[in-house]
């Protein structure tokens, strides 16, 4: 059997390559595959969060200044991480598991005052619809009609989980659980629960599970040493101080503290930063903002709404034989030669250099302008588990960079066949807040430099400039409308409508659930704002009669034009001037329209409209 | 918009004459011509060329006359360059054994232009002389050859095989002393080029020879007007300014015995996710959407109806913020843009103007929504100042939605006893970035590497070589593939001089710093070891296993069973690519 599974493995590997090589075609026919968002998931397998919620009586209190209470908190912020998995990795697993409940509900019903809430699975429209029947002061109440509060027994709630992880047949990437709670002694000094609890919890990490703590603020602080640093996993590196921070007091602070947590960093490439010949030190490259889209639709069978299968096939028109990828070839035509190579010679025409990033040398950061710039930045950060040492040099060199103000110049090769590009390696040093929360990690951005086909020259208008006191004027304005800057400020009103556009069909909602577009301007408080400096900076630039929002000005026609709208007079041309213009190869040259009546003139026959059809039916015809 | 250019190659013989080791002027000429008309061909683009050739055995020109204007040969009249003159140029252009005043080819070109463009509109018209300036040359009709150049609107190019920077009198560095022929014509070229206020005398030994001053198509323009809450507005016009160039064909799929595209068809079936594979009509099917977990059936129409619209066009101020509140680490998009007011608009420009000198004086930036048309999806996104000393616009780059970003936390280095360095290995890396500077500051700045236009730029190497084996298969369609070309591999490389200066700092840090390759066992197994070498083999697999793995590769999240199995290709498959995990 196991002969048989390499030999079936090694049958789909070779015609998978294949068809991949095949299927990718359409898309990578610009030559440039989808660079940076290349994380392959499934090969990787699935990301799993448990949210495990402390249920007891102190979790419902609410705060001073009409605070929300920790449930509550907890609620939004998982219904967040909801919403977000949805959207930005719809393949992650989630559940949500309360504990210290009065009510129990998991698969046996074995262990006591736990309650599955959710299974780990896919987040869908009715499981976020679930989660925000728990919020607010109602939330409250359904909580406690079904779950009721009642004894806490950590480690059952643990063993109850790992069966979660246990139950699931997918392979799983990455094992995370969250422990929500506001009481640092969960158990009231029950030694013996203390001690079941973290023997759970070892058996857990044990197996590959993360634990995380997200405690929240209670009345004279949360104690970690307690109980609860026995039971988390220990921190990524020794300096990491995760388990004194503070506990979270406001929603804003926990969902930052989630969020950083809830997503594995996946980098798109682990290569070597080369220094110099025999000078390699391992990186991983990671993406920190790429564009979210909106995905693809999908087809689906009317009559069941179940997803179909689409196979593309290539069939020989003549014969009608299924061809395969090797019975093809590839082909340019450019100044009407067909350039023909085989698909293998047009892969490795974009062949440079092995995977990696080469140092080229140093430059003031000056020198890296604002204007540099193609696509998402990159984040480059150590990977001492592929060569031990690396994160010595790398730290050494992002504080030298850092210090001395300079960045490195790289080139840089995604993967085999991607062609080079030069990357600016900006150092950025590591940052925390009070609460020890890392703001800014420490790691080298890479910005993607534009070679000098990417620079458009542009003719620039000589225009009058701005006097001191209009430019004065417009300081005032901007004062008005001075406002911080957050980047995570801005929702993707296109995306976000398109989620509740589904969500709403989902759950049979009468109508989508209202977006705000966060990217609207608030024109009435910025009008309020400015007063009459609008007018007063108009007042200043403008003569009076000026329009600023009329059409741009009309093109002034040429005065010819200007007596009606006839169309210029054809203009025929001779077959001796035609025929030069053939033999020069100049065809080009003319309009489209000059074309199509010289086919009329000469009664050529064209199928298409497109330039290159015109030019080589009046090529045929006049070279006879 | 057509701009129309003649080369003018001087194939005299003493361009055939080189120091040793050295290419002769003749042949690095020979390849600026041939990259220069390869660049136009494959960009189509439609600006006609001629050729003309002094020093050549034949004399072949308008002028000629009696013992006036020899050897000196229009090789090719003003036509679209094409695949032919491509091989004309490789095959038939070769160093001759005569001599020709280099004005004399300058006025022959100008007659050449003249003639052949005579009734037509142009918008440039340009001579690209490549020559060593090594013929005797009358400088008493100069004047008279400028003030014709001017009067045509004549663009002039110099390529020389020697630096111009030493100036004409000292020798340049490395090479040979200049000839007097040589001082002088450079005198005279000199002059000609101050009188047309044109800064390109380009020496041939520099490592961009192959990459011509680009005649590039005009830019989009896109009018708008930036509004500042509902009674401020400003016309502007943005364009792009920096953007991923792309080729503009692509590759078609053809058989491989016919090269026809028509004799092969693509066709795509849709089927049911049961066991017999039930094939379904495309009518009978719907779209829909996964939400998470949920299949949403949500039809085209309703789609549309319900999707987000906006009112159009806008260039609207969110509000103000400080430039250190934008990180460029943060820049999204594949473009920058930069806003103008409209050229005829003295008004507008005035008042964008104050806009951009009031946040370049507070420095801070306009953060703007930004949407391209009605259909277009809006951005936010930051104005920069940016003020030159001939002009003054706003620099636009996109920022990132809340769902753009990965908010990763990575553990800290600098706390981390384990990693952190002593002071003898911070010197060496201050050593190491000493000897690799690429920005040298002896008196005058200069820049040893630049991807960017400036004296030395590097073109995408990747068009670079595609438009090289291009040529070669278009030209010679039997032969493989020629290796990429060493200016282009030496390009992309450290420059000579900093790759010599960083050797010992180099050495130093290999001593300061241990590393050591962690091999795991898993990675010991490579594809060749799980498949052996018969990869290749597959390609004559059955119809069968290709249906197969269409079932496989198109699962998402489909039936549990087969998803193992998927998934465990998936892993092999990652070996295969090299992309193992570790």
Redesign the interface.
Same mark, same amino acid.
């Given at each position: 059997p196991e002969m048989w599974n390499v030999l079936v493995a090694r049958l789909l590997h070779a015609s998978m390559a294949q068809w991949n090589d095949y299927h990718h075609e359409d898309e990578d026919v610009d030559g440039e595959e989808r660079d940076e968002s290349g994380v392959d998931y499934t090969s990787t397998g699935r990301d799993s969060l448990v949210f495990l919620v402390d249920a007891s009586k102190e979790m419902f209190i609410k705060g001073e200044d009409e605070e929300p209470s920790p449930f509550d908190m907890t609620m939004q912020c998982v219904r967040s991480v909801y919403t977000s998995k949805i959207i930005s990795s719809d393949k992650d697993l989630v559940a949500l598991v309360f504990y210290g409940t009065e009510q129990s509900k998991n698969p046996r019903n074995s262990f006591k005052h736990v309650y599955i809430y959710h299974d780990l699975d896919l987040p869908g429209a009715r499981r976020v619809q679930d989660v925000d029947g728990l919020r607010g002061e109602k939330g409250a109440q359904v909580a406690g009609e079904t779950m009721g509060s009642g004894n806490t027994n950590l480690g059952e709630a643990l063993w109850c989980c790992s069966n979660l992880y246990s139950d699931i047949k997918l392979r799983l990437s990455h094992k995370r659980l969250m422990i929500f709670t506001c009481r640092d002694t969960p158990h009231g000094g029950d030694g013996e629960r203390d001690r079941q609890a973290r023997t759970k919890a070892s058996d857990l990490k044990e197996t590959g599970v993360v634990i995380d703590l997200m405690h929240l603020m209670k009345p004279g602080g949360f104690d970690v040493s307690l109980f609860f640093c026995d039971v988390v996993s220990p921190p990524e590196d020794e300096a990491e101080l995760g388990l004194q921070m503070e506990p979270c007091g406001k929603l804003e602070d926990l969902q930052k503290r989630v969020r950083a947590k809830e997503m594995k960093k996946r980098s798109v490439a682990r290569l070597n930063l080369c220094l110099g010949e025999g000078m390699n030190v391992a990186v991983g490259v990671y993406i920190t903002a790429l564009q979210a889209r909106k995905p693809n639709a999908i087809k689906l069978y009317r009559d069941n709404n179940e997803p179909v299968r689409t196979k593309t096939r290539l069939y020989h028109t003549q014969t009608g034989s299924l061809l395969l990828p090797s019975d093809t070839k590839r082909v340019q035509v450019y100044a009407g030669r067909q350039i023909v190579m085989e698909k293998d010679e047009v892969d490795v025409i974009k062949k440079f250099s092995d995977p990696g990033l080469e140092l080229i040398g140093f430059k003031p950061m000056e020198r890296l302008k604002l204007h540099h710039h193609l696509r998402s930045a990159v984040f480059i950060y150590p990977e001492e588990e592929m060569v031990t040492g690396s994160a010595c040099v790398f730290t050494a060199l992002l504080r030298r960079c850092s210090e001395r103000n300079v960045f490195a110049l790289c080139k840089y090769t995604r993967i085999r066949n991607s062609p080079p590009r030069f990357l600016a390696l900006v150092p950025q040093k590591e940052e925390v807040d009070d609460g020890q929360a890392q703001i800014v990690a420490p790691g080298f951005h890479g910005i993607f430099l534009p070679y000098a086909d990417d620079i458009r020259t542009l003719d620039t208008p000589q225009l009058p400039t701005a006097s001191e006191s209009q430019v004065d004027k417009m300081k005032e304005i901007v004062h008005k409308l001075r406002f911080k800057y957050r980047s995570d400020a801005f929702e993707n009103p296109v995306l976000q409508q398109h989620y509740r556009n589904l969500e709403a069909l989902a759950l049979d909602l009468m109508a989508p659930e209202h977006i705000e577009d966060l990217t609207m301007p608030n024109v009435n408080m910025m009008d309020q704002r400015l007063g009459s400096l609008a007018q007063e900076f108009r007042d200043l630039v403008y003569p009076a009669d000026y329009n600023p929002e009329g059409k741009t000005a009309p093109k002034r026609k040429p005065a010819e034009a200007a007596g009606g709208t006839e169309k210029k007079p054809k203009v025929e041309m001779s077959e001796d001037e035609l025929r030069g213009h053939v033999q020069k190869g100049n065809l080009g040259k003319l309009t489209v329209p000059v074309l199509k009546d010289a086919c009329k003139q000469f009664g050529v026959k064209v199928t298409g409209t497109k330039k290159q059809e015109l030019i080589d039916a009046l090529t045929a015809q006049l070279t006879k | 918009d057509?701009s129309t250019l003649v080369l003018c190659l001087d194939v005299g013989f003493s361009m055939s004459n080189s120091a040793t080791g050295q290419e002769p002027p003749f042949q690095q000429a020979k390849k600026v011509i041939q990259k220069f008309v390869q660049r136009q061909?494959?960009a189509?683009n439609?600006d006609?060329l001629g050729l003309v050739l002094f020093g050549s055995d034949n004399t072949k020109n308008n002028l000629a006359k009696d013992d006036q204007y020899q050897n000196i040969s229009v090789h090719r009249?003003l036509?679209?360059?094409?695949?032919e003159l491509l091989e004309e140029i490789q095959n038939d252009v070769q160093p001759g054994s005569q001599q020709a005043d280099w004005l004399d080819a300058l006025v022959v070109c100008m007659d050449l232009l003249q003639n052949e463009t005579l009734g037509k509109k142009y918008e440039r018209l340009n001579i690209v002389m490549l020559t060593d300036l090594n013929t005797p040359s009358s400088p008493d009709q100069l004047d008279i050859i400028i003030g014709n150049l001017k009067r045509a609107g004549i663009t002039l190019q110099f390529f020389l095989p020697f630096p111009v920077d030493g100036g004409g009198s000292n020798p340049p560095h490395g090479g040979k002393a200049l000839s007097r022929e040589q001082q002088q014509g450079l005198e005279m070229t000199k002059k000609v080029m101050m009188s047309l206020d044109e800064e390109d005398v380009t020496g041939v030994c520099n490592p961009d020879l192959s990459?011509f001053k680009r005649v590039?198509k005009?830019?989009m323009a896109w009018?708008c007007?930036l509004?500042?809450?509902?009674?401020?507005?400003?016309?502007i016009v943005g364009?792009? *300014?920096?953007?991923?160039?792309?080729?503009r064909?692509?590759?078609? $799929?053809?058989?491989?015995q016919t090269?026809q595209?028509?004799?092969?068809?693509? @066709? %795509? $079936?849709?089927?049911?996710?049961d066991d017999e594979?039930t094939e $379904?009509q495309k009518d @009978?099917?719907?779209?829909?959407?996964?939400?998470?977990? @949920?299949?949403?059936?949500?039809s085209k129409v309703d789609?549309d109806q319900?999707?987000?619209k906006t009112d159009g066009k806008s260039f609207? %101020?969110?509000?103000?913020?400080?430039q250190s509140?934008?990180?460029?680490?943060?820049?999204?998009?594949?473009q920058?843009l930069?806003v103008?007011?409209?050229?005829?608009?003295?008004?507008?420009?005035? *008042?964008l103007?104050?806009?951009?000198? *009031?946040?370049d004086?507070?420095k801070?930036v306009a953060?703007v929504?930004y949407v391209y048309a009605r259909n277009g999806?809006?951005?936010?996104g930051a104005a #920069?100042p940016?003020i030159k000393e001939?002009?003054?616009?706003l620099?636009y780059?996109q920022?990132?939605?809340?769902?753009? +970003?990965?908010?990763?936390? #990575?553990?800290?280095?600098?706390?981390?006893?384990?990693?952190?360095?002593s002071e003898d290995?911070?010197s060496?890396?201050?050593s +190491?970035?000493d000897s690799?500077?690429?920005?040298e500051e002896d008196g005058e700045k200069k820049?040893? #590497?630049k991807?960017?236009?400036g004296s030395y730029?590097?073109?995408?190497?990747?068009?670079q070589?595609?438009f090289q084996?291009?040529h070669h298969? *278009?030209v010679n369609?039997s032969v493989p593939?020629p290796p990429?070309d060493p200016w282009l591999t030496t390009a992309?490389?450290?420059?000579l001089a900093?790759a010599t200066r960083?050797q010992a700092p180099?050495e130093t840090?290999?001593k300061k710093?241990?590393?050591?390759?962690?091999v795991k066992k898993k990675e010991l197994k490579t594809s060749k070891e799980?498949?052996?070498n018969?990869?290749?083999?597959?390609?004559s697999?059955s119809?069968a $296993?290709?249906?197969?793995?269409?079932?496989?590769?198109?699962?998402?999240?489909g039936s549990?069973a087969s998803?193992?199995?998927?998934?465990?290709?998936?892993?092999?498959?990652?070996l295969?690519?090299?992309?193992s995990?570790?």
């Amino acid at each position: 059997p196991e002969m048989w599974n390499v030999l079936v493995a090694r049958l789909l590997h070779a015609s998978m390559a294949q068809w991949n090589d095949y299927h990718h075609e359409d898309e990578d026919v610009d030559g440039e595959e989808r660079d940076e968002s290349g994380v392959d998931y499934t090969s990787t397998g699935r990301d799993s969060l448990v949210f495990l919620v402390d249920a007891s009586k102190e979790m419902f209190i609410k705060g001073e200044d009409e605070e929300p209470s920790p449930f509550d908190m907890t609620m939004q912020c998982v219904r967040s991480v909801y919403t977000s998995k949805i959207i930005s990795s719809d393949k992650d697993l989630v559940a949500l598991v309360f504990y210290g409940t009065e009510q129990s509900k998991n698969p046996r019903n074995s262990f006591k005052h736990v309650y599955i809430y959710h299974d780990l699975d896919l987040p869908g429209a009715r499981r976020v619809q679930d989660v925000d029947g728990l919020r607010g002061e109602k939330g409250a109440q359904v909580a406690g009609e079904t779950m009721g509060s009642g004894n806490t027994n950590l480690g059952e709630a643990l063993w109850c989980c790992s069966n979660l992880y246990s139950d699931i047949k997918l392979r799983l990437s990455h094992k995370r659980l969250m422990i929500f709670t506001c009481r640092d002694t969960p158990h009231g000094g029950d030694g013996e629960r203390d001690r079941q609890a973290r023997t759970k919890a070892s058996d857990l990490k044990e197996t590959g599970v993360v634990i995380d703590l997200m405690h929240l603020m209670k009345p004279g602080g949360f104690d970690v040493s307690l109980f609860f640093c026995d039971v988390v996993s220990p921190p990524e590196d020794e300096a990491e101080l995760g388990l004194q921070m503070e506990p979270c007091g406001k929603l804003e602070d926990l969902q930052k503290r989630v969020r950083a947590k809830e997503m594995k960093k996946r980098s798109v490439a682990r290569l070597n930063l080369c220094l110099g010949e025999g000078m390699n030190v391992a990186v991983g490259v990671y993406i920190t903002a790429l564009q979210a889209r909106k995905p693809n639709a999908i087809k689906l069978y009317r009559d069941n709404n179940e997803p179909v299968r689409t196979k593309t096939r290539l069939y020989h028109t003549q014969t009608g034989s299924l061809l395969l990828p090797s019975d093809t070839k590839r082909v340019q035509v450019y100044a009407g030669r067909q350039i023909v190579m085989e698909k293998d010679e047009v892969d490795v025409i974009k062949k440079f250099s092995d995977p990696g990033l080469e140092l080229i040398g140093f430059k003031p950061m000056e020198r890296l302008k604002l204007h540099h710039h193609l696509r998402s930045a990159v984040f480059i950060y150590p990977e001492e588990e592929m060569v031990t040492g690396s994160a010595c040099v790398f730290t050494a060199l992002l504080r030298r960079c850092s210090e001395r103000n300079v960045f490195a110049l790289c080139k840089y090769t995604r993967i085999r066949n991607s062609p080079p590009r030069f990357l600016a390696l900006v150092p950025q040093k590591e940052e925390v807040d009070d609460g020890q929360a890392q703001i800014v990690a420490p790691g080298f951005h890479g910005i993607f430099l534009p070679y000098a086909d990417d620079i458009r020259t542009l003719d620039t208008p000589q225009l009058p400039t701005a006097s001191e006191s209009q430019v004065d004027k417009m300081k005032e304005i901007v004062h008005k409308l001075r406002f911080k800057y957050r980047s995570d400020a801005f929702e993707n009103p296109v995306l976000q409508q398109h989620y509740r556009n589904l969500e709403a069909l989902a759950l049979d909602l009468m109508a989508p659930e209202h977006i705000e577009d966060l990217t609207m301007p608030n024109v009435n408080m910025m009008d309020q704002r400015l007063g009459s400096l609008a007018q007063e900076f108009r007042d200043l630039v403008y003569p009076a009669d000026y329009n600023p929002e009329g059409k741009t000005a009309p093109k002034r026609k040429p005065a010819e034009a200007a007596g009606g709208t006839e169309k210029k007079p054809k203009v025929e041309m001779s077959e001796d001037e035609l025929r030069g213009h053939v033999q020069k190869g100049n065809l080009g040259k003319l309009t489209v329209p000059v074309l199509k009546d010289a086919c009329k003139q000469f009664g050529v026959k064209v199928t298409g409209t497109k330039k290159q059809e015109l030019i080589d039916a009046l090529t045929a015809q006049l070279t006879k | 918009d057509n701009s129309t250019l003649v080369l003018c190659l001087d194939v005299g013989f003493s361009m055939s004459n080189s120091a040793t080791g050295q290419e002769p002027p003749f042949q690095q000429a020979k390849k600026v011509i041939q990259k220069f008309v390869q660049r136009q061909v494959f960009a189509e683009n439609k600006d006609e060329l001629g050729l003309v050739l002094f020093g050549s055995d034949n004399t072949k020109n308008n002028l000629a006359k009696d013992d006036q204007y020899q050897n000196i040969s229009v090789h090719r009249h003003l036509m679209i360059p094409n695949f032919e003159l491509l091989e004309e140029i490789q095959n038939d252009v070769q160093p001759g054994s005569q001599q020709a005043d280099w004005l004399d080819a300058l006025v022959v070109c100008m007659d050449l232009l003249q003639n052949e463009t005579l009734g037509k509109k142009y918008e440039r018209l340009n001579i690209v002389m490549l020559t060593d300036l090594n013929t005797p040359s009358s400088p008493d009709q100069l004047d008279i050859i400028i003030g014709n150049l001017k009067r045509a609107g004549i663009t002039l190019q110099f390529f020389l095989p020697f630096p111009v920077d030493g100036g004409g009198s000292n020798p340049p560095h490395g090479g040979k002393a200049l000839s007097r022929e040589q001082q002088q014509g450079l005198e005279m070229t000199k002059k000609v080029m101050m009188s047309l206020d044109e800064e390109d005398v380009t020496g041939v030994c520099n490592p961009d020879l192959s990459v011509f001053k680009r005649v590039e198509k005009r830019p989009m323009a896109w009018p708008c007007t930036l509004t500042i809450g509902s009674s401020l507005s400003i016309k502007i016009v943005g364009y792009k *300014a920096v953007c991923e160039e792309r080729p503009r064909k692509s590759w078609s $799929v053809v058989d491989a015995q016919t090269h026809q595209k028509d004799d092969i068809k693509r @066709d %795509v $079936v849709y089927c049911l996710n049961d066991d017999e594979e039930t094939e $379904v009509q495309k009518d @009978d099917t719907i779209q829909g959407y996964r939400y998470g977990s @949920d299949i949403v059936p949500f039809s085209k129409v309703d789609q549309d109806q319900m999707k987000y619209k906006t009112d159009g066009k806008s260039f609207a %101020v969110l509000g103000f913020t400080k430039q250190s509140m934008i990180n460029r680490h943060q820049f999204v998009g594949t473009q920058v843009l930069k806003v103008f007011a409209p050229k005829d608009d003295e008004h507008a420009g005035v *008042a964008l103007s104050g806009l951009i000198r *009031a946040l370049d004086d507070l420095k801070m930036v306009a953060v703007v929504r930004y949407v391209y048309a009605r259909n277009g999806n809006p951005q936010v996104g930051a104005a #920069f100042p940016c003020i030159k000393e001939k002009y003054e616009c706003l620099v636009y780059v996109q920022l990132p939605f809340m769902e753009d +970003l990965r908010q990763y936390s #990575f553990p800290s280095l600098e706390n981390n006893k384990k990693y952190t360095p002593s002071e003898d290995q911070l010197s060496a890396v201050d050593s +190491l970035i000493d000897s690799m500077m690429l920005v040298e500051e002896d008196g005058e700045k200069k820049d040893l #590497f630049k991807t960017v236009p400036g004296s030395y730029h590097i073109p995408n190497p990747q068009y670079q070589r595609l438009f090289q084996c291009l040529h070669h298969r *278009a030209v010679n369609p039997s032969v493989p593939l020629p290796p990429m070309d060493p200016w282009l591999t030496t390009a992309l490389q450290r420059p000579l001089a900093v790759a010599t200066r960083c050797q010992a700092p180099l050495e130093t840090l290999k001593k300061k710093f241990p590393l050591k390759e962690v091999v795991k066992k898993k990675e010991l197994k490579t594809s060749k070891e799980l498949f052996g070498n018969s990869l290749g083999t597959g390609i004559s697999t059955s119809l069968a $296993v290709w249906e197969r793995v269409g079932l496989h590769s198109s699962l998402g999240t489909g039936s549990s069973a087969s998803l193992a199995v998927w998934e465990r290709v998936g892993l092999h498959s990652s070996l295969g690519t090299g992309r193992s995990t570790f």
